[in-house]
């Protein structure tokens, strides 16, 4: 079965502080995705990577970067957390030959106070 | 872009009835519909997904319908139970499978509540 880790499941930081989120897929899939979950507002996808060192922004990519050095790691940067950046973000990962589902890694919610 | 619009937002039927969950997207070109289902503190996963060359697809007690020239597609759930709770997310996807095409825009969900 596919498993997709979010390194933190919670996390607490302050504004103005450089937030790391982890994310490894142990499927050997080419493609990884960002996305943020908040309230109302559905599934929004903030980066995406379809191949190692490879990104594509998404639909709300302000504020954020990405880092892909390795197949199964994705990693998603705030450089500067914000109060607005407070959300559930989920990773996920596809691979070409099952098809396009995504594989969801279970959260990490992120408050920044 | 891809714009899709979900409704209802909520929905609350009683157990053993239909529920409906309605979607429409801007996009002609797209030609991939998944319907995500996100339990309580959980990950969302696929339940069905449906292509453009397909009018309806069934599984059990759910099915999609699609109706390309209205540009929406449906989910439909029967026989409703307990653990049929949770929120759905319809998605969009426009283009081929290749590089960065597998870019899947979300509707904003539908809490569905199945009462006893």
């Known amino acids: 079965d596919v498993k997709v880790t979010q390194s933190s499941r919670y996390l607490v930081k302050r504004t103005g502080e450089k937030v790391f989120l982890e994310c490894v897929q142990d499927?050997?899939?080419?493609?990884m995705f960002w996305y943020r979950q908040d309230p109302g507002l559905g599934l929004r996808l903030i980066y995406f990577s379809y191949d190692v060192k490879m990104k594509e922004k998404g639909d709300i990519p302000e504020g954020y970067s990405v880092s892909r050095e390795k197949k199964e790691r994705f990693s998603l940067i705030l450089e500067s957390a914000s109060t607005n950046q407070t959300s559930m973000y989920l990773c996920a990962s596809s691979s070409r030959d099952s098809g396009e589902k995504l594989f969801f890694g279970s959260g990490t919610q992120l408050s920044v106070l | 872009g891809e714009n899709v619009e979900q409704h209802p937002s909520t929905l609350s039927v009683q157990e053993g009835d239909s529920a409906v969950i309605k979607c429409t997207y801007s996009d002609s070109a797209s030609n991939y519909f998944p319907w995500y289902k996100q339990e309580l503190g959980k990950r969302p996963q696929l339940i069905i997904d449906i292509r453009s060359n397909v009018g309806e697809k069934k599984d059990q007690r759910i099915a999609v319908t699609l109706n390309k020239t209205a540009k929406h597609f449906s989910l439909h759930i029967t026989e409703t139970q307990p653990e049929d709770s949770a929120v759905y997310f319809c998605a969009a996807r426009r283009g081929g499978f290749t590089g960065g095409g597998n870019k899947l825009t979300f509707g904003t969900g539908t809490q569905l509540k199945v009462e006893l």
């Open positions: 499927m050997d899939h080419e493609n």
